[in-house]
């Protein structure tokens, strides 16, 4: 810390209001090399956070956290926020395990407010927060700072149609910087550069600009005077634009990377008693010419060296997103009725290469997975095989339409859901936890999980000769490798048994947590205990009767779960093995959110590791009445 001249001395945003211009400049250079230095380390996100420094700089100087408050969108953007707030010495734990989160979070700080981590909740939000207080008496500035891709969503604009009617004084930034993760896509994409290069502007500025270094003896006041006049030239250039008709007043551009001119800009629309939105355009992964070159690489990313800004090689396993993508290529090619879908997450769903081969069979929509999924009906109804990959955690977002504009027509729409499961290092907001339990419910939506590649490429051509929606969930880590039972063909409602010898305990599961079930296997073999082990392949129980008959051997029948135990296929599995020789138990997401930490260390809290899941067998055949329980078994066969 000691290398941070002015860096050093920050504990509390306080601490910024009595800095120089040069000791502020001094600041945001250390403040980027500091997060460079420790994301370096952790992983983590890089553009974004270095494209919002002068503005987070600019907010913490101009307005009073917490008293007033700052609601970061998404949430990935927060570090130089953190750093500000008393979490410096902290922020190399970033993402570990017992650690800081990467996103706001209420308990980590009084200076967060939400628990950010899905994007364009932050005018909602704000608006919630400005009304509450206002109810209550109180008036604070509430300020969403939303990018141009989170303003793709759909609740952005309720927010903002619902701000622009009821007038209240409230500052939205939007911060611009062209890019999502990939590129920013859309109408409002374009629309927005529009608004810094109208030309009849341009043309006016290049006037403005030629004739004031033309004027000999300008004096400098003179100077800033006629600035200030061009900017309100400006701002009549772009009398009206979607925010403005929103009742919403619309100020900018600004040059977001210009310290003086934020603060400038800030303290005067601070008197300003009516909505305004400040558009600030800044550029991704600003002084880090790396990540200015490839916003989208070092969007989020994993530890890399900051001298040349290589990314560490981690494991080159196929992983599942791997699979899914050479899975879909291939019978893309075969089949041209398929297309594919992306809510922004291209190169995360692992579709950049379809997209590549397909450009007219892609779609990529921006942060809208409600329109994505109901867009996806569409393809369906009109005879083509839309495919839409999406993070289970953004499909949260579209239960709704899955219910009411897929499920209910039966339409053949096919989910690839990425990062399902447990999901290492972005936390809560992130995890993929709830999506066996939201639709296991929903009639006739088939769920499967594939374990290895082939699995994954039978799967999705199953979804491909299947007439109904079916969803393929996988999460964020490494395909298995091969075992010769993989090759049998994929059926609906068949699992896989994986039976050595004659077993009386079983492991259920599914997807990457069966190599757990391997593992333990092996762990327990040594203290001469076998397990047989069923892959149910589909989460959803078809043939329950040959289910029941098939499991009715097993005194003790562990199921592990990838997700959250309430609504998974545990429960479903125990109201169909509730005999009184038989025992079920759940390992699993236990009713809590999950945090941050490596999937390993994850699955370690819950007691899914291969290790626990022995060690928990071992306990309960040492339990008395499991023993009796195996007689009773032994005395009925
Ligand atoms: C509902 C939802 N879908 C997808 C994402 C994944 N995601 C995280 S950041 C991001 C891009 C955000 O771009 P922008 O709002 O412009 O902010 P920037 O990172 O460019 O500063 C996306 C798509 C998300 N967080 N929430």
Redesign the pocket.
């Known amino acids: 810390m000691s290398d941070y001249q002015i860096l050093s001395k920050i504990e509390k945003p306080e601490d910024l209001k009595g800095l120089t211009h040069k000791e502020l400049r001094l600041l945001t250079k250390e403040i980027r090399e500091y997060i460079i230095e420790h994301v370096s380390k952790t992983g983590g996100?890089l553009?974004?956070n270095l494209?919002?420094v002068e503005l987070t700089v600019a907010l913490h100087r101009v307005f009073n956290s917490p008293k007033d408050k700052f609601i970061f969108?998404?949430g990935?953007?927060c570090y130089t926020h953190k750093i500000l707030t008393g979490r410096k010495e902290r922020f190399s734990t970033n993402r570990q395990l017992n650690g800081l989160s990467g996103f706001t979070r209420r308990y980590e700080s009084e200076h967060d407010f939400v628990d950010a981590?899905?994007?364009?909740t932050s005018i909602s939000s704000a608006l919630g927060i400005l009304l509450g207080e206002e109810l209550q008496g109180e008036f604070n500035y509430i300020i969403p700072v939303?990018?141009?891709?989170?303003?793709t969503?759909g609740m952005a604009y309720e927010a903002m149609n619902h701000l622009g009617h009821l007038k209240k004084k409230m500052i939205v930034i939007l911060?611009?910087?062209n890019?999502?993760?990939d590129s920013?896509v859309g109408a409002m994409s374009s629309n927005l550069s529009k608004l810094t290069t109208t030309k009849s502007y341009q043309r006016f500025k290049r006037f403005a600009d030629w004739t004031m270094l033309h004027i000999p003896f300008i004096g400098k006041s003179f100077y800033a005077g006629v600035m200030r006049w061009k900017k309100s030239v400006k701002t009549f250039f772009y009398k009206s634009n979607i925010f403005t008709d929103l009742g919403i007043k619309y100020i900018g551009p600004i040059d977001g990377h210009n310290l003086n001119e934020l603060e400038r800009v800030l303290s005067r629309v601070k008197l300003l008693d009516e909505p305004v939105l400040i558009h600030i355009i800044?550029k991704?992964g600003k002084g880090y010419e790396f990540a200015e070159k490839e916003?989208g690489k070092y969007?989020?990313v994993k530890p890399f060296n900051p001298e040349d800004g290589i990314l560490k090689s981690g494991d080159n396993s196929v992983n599942y997103t791997d699979a899914f993508s050479s899975a879909i290529n291939t019978l893309a090619e075969r089949n041209n009725k398929i297309v594919a879908i992306t809510?922004?997450?291209m190169s995360?769903t692992g579709l950049t290469s379809f997209f590549n081969k397909y450009p007219s069979r892609s779609f990529d929509v921006g942060?809208t997975?409600e329109h994505a999924v109901t867009l996806a009906s569409g393809f369906a109804i009109s005879g083509l095989i839309p495919v839409v990959a999406i993070?289970s955690?953004?499909i949260q977002?579209s239960i709704d339409q899955i219910i009411h504009d897929i499920a209910i027509p039966g339409l053949q729409v096919i989910f690839a859901l990425d990062r399902a499961g447990i999901v290492p290092a972005d936390g809560e907001?992130?995890q993929g936890l709830f999506d066996i339990a939201l639709l296991k419910s929903v009639p006739g939506i088939v769920i499967m999980a594939p374990s290895v590649k082939s699995e994954m490429d039978q799967m999705l051509n199953f979804a491909i000769n299947y007439k109904g929606p079916t969803v393929i969930r996988y999460p964020k880590d490494s395909v298995l490798p091969e075992r010769p039972e993989f090759s049998k063909p994929v059926v609906l409602g068949d699992g896989l048994l994986f039976k050595e010898r004659d077993s009386k305990i079983l492991i259920v599961t599914y997807g990457q947590m069966l190599q757990e079930a391997f593992d333990a296997k092996e762990i327990l073999l040594k203290k001469d205990l076998d397990v047989d082990i069923y892959s149910m392949r589909f989460l959803t129980l078809y043939n329950k009767m040959d289910l029941a008959s098939k499991f009715s051997q097993y005194s003790l029948i562990i199921v592990v779960e990838d997700g959250i135990i309430k609504g998974g296929v545990g429960e479903e599995l125990g109201l169909l093995i509730n005999s009184t020789y038989q025992l079920l138990y759940i390992l699993g997401v236990d009713n809590s959110f999950l945090t941050h930490g490596t999937r390993k260390e994850l699955k370690e809290l819950c007691h899914t590791d291969s290790k626990s899941i022995a060690e928990f067998i071992i306990a309960r055949t040492e339990e008395v009445n499991y023993k009796s329980m195996v007689e009773r078994i032994n005395a009925k066969w």
């Open positions: 996100h553009a974004s494209g919002i969108d998404v990935h953007q981590g899905h994007a364009s939303i990018g141009d891709a989170s303003l969503g911060n611009d910087n890019m999502s993760i920013s800044t991704k916003p969007h989020g809510a922004a997450m995360g942060i997975e993070y955690t953004f977002r907001a992130h």
